[in-house]
């Protein structure tokens, strides 16, 4: 039995995010909570928001209500590149620079350790 959670569009570059999810991938959900909770990083309130919502998608079934939430394990967690938005900034001598700001869709699939 298994649930998945998908963050879309999420305004970060995507390798940033891959950083926070090599830390709990194949981690029991409780475990992975507290390793995102005490790391200073930005994307790590991102990927522990999209599993806090695979774990409420889990227990959403009938049959997940007897399970106890140790028993639970993230069994994948990836990362996509999204859209990429376009701004562009003056420079110097009336040219324009372009900057590119990347966006990520982030996935977690949780399942149940028998």
Do not use: C, W
């Amino acid at each position: 039995m298994q649930a998945v959670a998908k963050e879309r569009f999420v305004r970060m570059a995507p390798m940033k995010v891959r950083r926070i999810l090599d830390l709990i991938k194949d981690k029991d959900v409780e475990e992975a909570l507290n390793i995102l909770h005490f790391t200073p990083k930005r994307a790590a309130k991102v990927v522990e928001k999209a599993l806090r919502s695979a774990v409420a998608n889990f227990f959403l079934d009938e049959k997940a209500a007897r399970i106890s939430p140790h028993d639970i394990f993230i069994k994948k967690a990836f990362v996509d590149q999204g859209p990429t938005l376009r701004r562009f900034r003056p420079m110097s001598m009336g040219r324009v620079g372009r900057i590119r700001r990347k966006t990520s869709h982030v996935t977690i699939v949780v399942e149940y350790n028998n």
